[in-house]
C-alpha cells in the first residue's frame, strides 16, 4: 500500500461493514525488488569511509501512531538523534529534539549516502508494520548487514487482515503489487485459493476486479480493508464482477477467494501449459515437448534462465510460473515475435520477463550470467551454442532442442564433444479421420541436455 496519495475520499459499494479499530498496523513500507548495491565485504556499504560501524533500529508503526507503539518502541524513539521515515509515519510521532528527515524519492539509491551523512548519530528508522515483510527493513539489512541493525516489529497487514477475516495466515498466498504491474496477480489464480495483495494505490482493487473478471474470476469474492488499525478503518465487501468502487483509501490491502466462472480454464504452475494459452505465429514448443524440456531445465527458486531464439517465449515464461523468484531473458530476433512474448509474459502473470531483441550471439553480449539455458531456435547459427555454454555458470544446465536434420546434426555433434543425455521425443495427437479417429504424429524433437561441470581443483583427482 502506498502513502504518498492523499485519500480521494470515495464511496464503496453497496456491502460495507466497519468493525471496531484494534492496536494493528497497516501495510508495511513499500520495498521495491533489490537493486544493485555496492558492497564491500558482507553486510557493508562500499567504501572506506562508510557506515559499516552505524547501528540502525528499524520501528514498525501503525495507523493508530504513538498509542499503539510498545514501551520498548516508545524508548527508542525518544532516543533517537535522527529519525527517517516517510511523511506520514513522521507525523505520527511526538515533538521532541531528534532531527527528522523524510525519504527522497527515489529512496534506494539515495539511502546509503543518507545514511553514511548521519554515521555517528543514533539513527531510527520508521517503518510501516513489520520492517522485515515487504519493509525498508530487509533493505536496511541488505546494506549494512544483519548485526548493524535492530527491528522492533509490529503487526503486517497480512496479520491483521486475516485476523479480520478468518483466514489462517499460513494457508495464504500473499502478492505484492507495489512497485510491480497488476498482471503479476495471475500466477496465484486459483480455483479454491485465498490470495492477499498489497496494493500500490487507491486504484487497485478496481484493477484487481478487472483482471479476475477478464481471467474467469468475475464471481471471486472480494474484501478491500483500508486503513487498518486506524480510527477510519474500513472493510468494503463485494465480488469482481460487481465492484463499483474506482478509488479506495490508498492505505489498504485486497482479499480475494478465487471463484472460477464454468467454462474456464485452470492456468496451473506446473509446466505444460494448453498450446491455446500462447498467442503464436506456429513458432512455439508444444505442450508435450515443453513439459519435458523444462523438467531437463529443471527450475530451481531464484535461478536465470536464457530462453534462447525464444519464438513465443513459452519457456521462460513456464520457468518463470514455476516459482515467484525465478527469472527469465528471452533472446528472439524478430521484433514482432518479441512484442508477442511480453505480451504473453504479461497475460501469464510473468510481466518482468526481461525480451531481448536481437539476433544470438551477439545479443548475449553483456547479459547476466544464466544457471540454465533453452536453445529453442538458432541451434544452427555459428557460435550460438558455444556462447551459451561459455556463459552457463558451472553445475548449470543447457537444452537445446531440434527437429532438422541439420539441427540434429549440431546437437550430436555437441553431444560427442561435451556428453550429457541426447533423446528424441516423438508424439501423436487423435485426430478426426473421416468418420474414425486416428493418430496424427507430430515432428519428432531431438532434445540434448547437458550440465556444465565445476572447475576441477588441485587433488579433486584423489592423486
Not at 514501551?71 to 505520527?92: C, I, K, N, Y
Not at 505480451?343 to 551477439?362: C, D, E, F, H, Q
Amino acid at each position: 500500500m502506498s502513502d504518498t496519495v492523499p485519500d480521494p475520499g470515495s464511496t464503496g459499494p453497496a456491502s460495507e461493514t466497519v468493525p471496531d479499530p484494534v492496536t494493528v498496523s497497516p501495510d508495511p513500507d513499500p520495498d521495491p525488488d533489490p537493486v544493485s548495491v555496492s558492497v564491500s565485504g558482507p553486510g557493508s556499504i562500499a567504501g572506506p569511509d562508510t557506515v559499516a560501524a552505524a547501528v540502525v533500529t528499524a520501528v514498525g508503526i501503525g495507523a493508530d501512531g504513538w498509542e499503539g507503539l510498545s514501551p520498548a518502541a516508545r524508548r527508542e524513539l525518544h532516543a533517537a538523534e535522527v529519525l527517517m521515515g516517510g511523511v506520514r509515519q513522521l507525523a505520527l510521532i511526538p515533538a521532541s529534539a531528534a532531527e527528522r528527515v523524510a525519504w527522497p524519492s527515489p529512496l534506494l539509491p539515495a539511502l546509503p549516502a543518507l545514511i553514511t551523512s548521519h554515521r555517528g548519530r543514533r539513527i531510527c528508522v520508521l517503518a510501516s508494520g513489520d520492517p522485515m515483510f515487504h519493509g525498508i527493513g530487509t533493505t536496511l539489512v541488505r546494506l549494512l548487514g544483519a548485526d548493524r541493525v535492530r527491528v522492533l516489529s509490529h503487526p503486517s497487514a497480512v496479520s491483521l487482515a486475516c485476523a479480520r477475516l478468518g483466514w489462517a495466515v499460513d494457508q495464504v498466498e500473499v502478492v505484492s503489487l507495489v512497485a510491480r504491474p497488476v498482471e503479476s496477480l495471475h500466477t496465484a489464480i486459483h480455483a479454491g485459493r485465498r490470495v492477499l495483495i498489497l496494493s500500490a494505490d487507491g486504484r487497485t482493487p478496481a484493477r484487481i476486479a478487472e483482471l479476475l473478471t477478464t481471467r474467469g474470476y468475475g464471481e471471486s469474492p472480494m474484501t478491500v480493508l483500508e486503513r487498518l488499525g486506524g480510527s477510519e478503518e474500513r472493510v468494503i465487501a463485494g465480488t469482481a464482477s460487481g465492484w463499483s468502487l474506482p478509488v479506495a483509501h490508498d492505505l489498504n490491502v485486497v482479499a480475494v477467494e478465487c471463484r472460477a466462472d464454468a467454462g474456464t480454464v485452470p492456468l496451473p504452475c506446473l509446466p505444460g501449459l494448453p498450446d491455446e494459452a500462447f498467442e503464436h505465429d506456429g513458432q512455439l514448443t508444444k505442450s508435450e515437448v515443453r513439459a519435458v524440456t523444462l523438467s531437463r531445465l529443471a527450475p530451481v527458486p531464484g535461478e536465470l534462465l536464457w530462453d534462447v531464439g525464444a519464438g513465443a517465449g513459452s519457456i521462460g515464461i513456464e520457468w518463470m510460473r514455476a516459482h515467484p523468484a525465478n527469472r527469465a531473458v528471452a533472446v528472439e530476433n524478430h521484433p514482432e515475435r518479441a512484442a508477442r512474448i511480453a505480451r504473453n509474459a504479461s497475460k501469464l502473470g510473468v510481466p518482468g520477463l526481461k525480451v531481448v531483441t536481437g539476433a544470438a550471439p551477439a545479443a548475449l553480449a553483456g547479459l547476466e550470467r544464466p544457471d540454465a539455458v533453452f536453445v529453442g531456435g538458432g541451434v544452427t547459427a555459428a557460435g550460438v551454442v558455444e556462447a551459451c555454454w561459455e556463459a552457463l555458470r558451472p553445475g548449470g544446465r543447457l537444452v537445446a532442442n531440434a527437429v532438422t536434420i541439420e539441427s540434429e546434426t549440431v546437437l550430436a555433434s555437441r553431444y560427442g564433444e561435451l556428453g550429457g543425455d541426447l533423446i528424441r521425443l516423438a508424439v501423436g495427437r487423435a485426430a478426426p479421420v473421416g468418420g474414425f479417429t486416428g493418430w496424427r504424429p507430430m515432428m519428432p524433437v531431438t532434445i540434448w541436455t547437458a550440465v556444465k561441470p565445476f572447475p576441477r581443483t588441485p587433488g579433486s583427482d584423489g592423486a
